[in-house]
């Protein structure tokens, strides 16, 4: 029943991520401060018309103690999310080992890690263990917090194995699963250990989604190659039983960009900045600090550019802004030191006594300041190496209403698919194309700059963060009724 006193009933919506969109601080033995991050998924789920949503997993912290984690769940409680309590041991084998060293690198295209390559089979086993581990301590929470009709909706690749075990508990259960990372060639996919079991577990769900078709197409290929299933237009079937594979697009929530330019402060910063780079046509990069965002090859291509035109070299300035991420991984410490040693190399042989051509943050911005310097940006360089979306694109797009900037964007970030036809394409392992690019933006023509805007924006502020949030949600609740109706059949 639907309805209550006449007022349609909201259906509830248990989303279920790796992380809780909150950051818990331990404050005391039963005292917790909580920060909620605003981030997107956040904001398309508030957009989700008639849900109500609650959020279910890790809060990110170690909590050994019944004291701690009964205050830790009654003050999560109050922003609608539930926690998940891992030990140490399996959080770090699961998150930092199956999680970030093995599947975020072979999604990415990177390979598998050369030491599990080699010899350490065990270790690879017991981190895949954790994983299967972890992902049944998050089934154990979404069982106990559902209700029937309820809606479960599961993401990213660190909760592969979560809709099998939902299913396990309750076959009626509606389990959507998405995918945030590209899902790779199925020739990439077959080298993982433990490919079927990943593939069976994700086919559990009733509807399974990426961003591209790209994407979902490399599913199902690696589902009939490895797994020997049909593929059929709508997806995956199995003896019988359709696990529906579509492509659904993310966006961002487009207006709070808009009305975050509004406000006095950000007005004032933009004033601010466009006077410190007076003369000068800005260039902006804001990425996490992680080698599938092709960092240096960005900033060796900003140098090859500067290299090969003079006259440009005091009347431009490259603003990247790179938040540290999995600063605990050795291979993340290599790439900050490399990507320091480039800046510094490149300010020293380009840079005056006043000037210095690129200026490097390592950190993170908060929203207003990352709005201003959107909105200041003449050309936005966008060059991952591989990307599921890339929401900064998206970002970089909603704040330049009155400036038109261009887009550089990576052919193998997701959004390649939506804004390739207003941004300028290029491959980032190809350095001289992309200097050749950043030449061509730099100098392009009003008329060409305002059209390729056009088109871009139009698609920004159309697909939205909570478009895509709602059309996932309803695909997921007809794709279960089409289901019954096919075996009443
Ligand atoms: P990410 O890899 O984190 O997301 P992206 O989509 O670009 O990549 O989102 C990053 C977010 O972090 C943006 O909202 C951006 O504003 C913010 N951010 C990045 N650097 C920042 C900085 N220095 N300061 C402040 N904020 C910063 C994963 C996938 C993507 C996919 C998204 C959503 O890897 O491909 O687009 O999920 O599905």
Not at 137 to 153: I, L, P, R, S, T
Not at 179 to 190: A, Q
Not at 229 to 251: C, H, N, S, W, Y
Not at 441 to 459: F, G, V
Request: glycine residues 6%; proline residues 4%; contains cysteine.
């Amino acid at each position: 029943n639907r309805r209550s006193r006449g007022r349609p009933m909201k259906q509830r919506l248990l989303v279920v991520a790796n992380r809780l969109p909150v950051s818990a601080v331990r404050r005391g033995e039963d005292s917790w401060y909580l920060e909620v991050s605003a981030g997107g998924l956040v904001s398309a789920l508030l957009g989700v018309k008639d849900v109500d949503a609650r959020w279910i997993g890790w809060a990110g912290v170690n909590v050994p103690d019944e004291v701690g984690q009964r205050a830790l769940t009654k003050a999560l409680a109050e922003k609608r999310c539930i926690p998940v309590f891992l030990d140490e041991e399996i959080a770090h084998q699961y998150y930092n080992g199956y999680c970030n060293n093995i599947l975020w690198p072979l999604f990415h295209y990177l390979g598998l890690p050369q030491e599990d390559r080699l010899a350490t089979t065990r270790s690879f086993q017991s981190q895949f263990d954790s994983y299967k581990r972890a992902n049944k301590m998050f089934a154990d929470v979404v069982n106990k917090h559902y209700q029937e009709g309820d809606v479960v909706w599961c993401h990213d690749y660190h909760l592969m194995f979560l809709p099998k075990c939902l299913k396990e508990y309750n076959s009626k259960m509606k389990v959507g699963w998405f995918l945030h990372t590209p899902f790779p060639s199925s020739e990439i996919h077959r080298t993982l250990p433990s490919r079927s079991e990943l593939l069976r577990s994700v086919l559990a769900a009733d509807l399974v989604g990426f961003h591209t078709y790209d994407y979902a197409r490399h599913f199902v290929s690696a589902c009939t190659r490895i797994l020997g299933l049909e593929g059929t237009p709508e997806g995956v079937e199995d003896q019988g039983k359709l696990t529906r594979v579509a492509a659904f697009p993310i966006g961002i929530d487009s207006d709070r960009f808009k009305r975050a330019l509004e406000l006095p402060a950000v007005r004032e910063h933009i004033n601010e900045l466009t006077h410190r780079f007076a003369g000068r046509k800005v260039m902006l990069g804001v990425d996490r600090l992680d080698m599938i965002k092709g960092i240096p090859q960005k900033i060796l291509a900003f140098e090859k550019f500067l290299e090969e035109n003079p006259s440009w070299r005091d009347r431009v300035v490259l603003l990247q802004i790179a938040v540290p991420t999995r600063t605990d991984v050795p291979e993340y410490q290599k790439l900050t030191s490399q990507v320091h040693e480039i800046v510094g190399r490149i300010n020293g042989r380009f840079g005056t006594l006043t000037a210095v051509p690129i200026h490097h943050l390592d950190r993170s911005l908060d929203f207003h300041a990352l709005c201003a310097l959107y909105a200041v940006t003449d050309v936005a360089l966008v060059t991952s190496l591989r990307d599921g979306m890339n929401l900064v694109s998206y970002e970089f797009v909603a704040c330049q209403g009155s400036k038109k900037g261009v887009l550089i964007l990576s052919e193998f970030a997701g959004a390649a698919q939506s804004l390739g036809a207003g941004a300028l394409l290029v491959n980032p392992w190809n350095i001289t194309e992309v200097a050749a690019s950043i030449g061509y933006a730099l100098n392009m023509s009003p008329d060409e700059r305002e059209k390729r805007h056009r088109h871009n924006y139009a698609h920004v502020t159309t697909h939205t963060a909570q478009d895509w949030a709602e059309t996932f949600v309803s695909e997921l609740n007809d794709t279960v009724v089409e289901a019954q109706l096919r075996t009443r059949q």
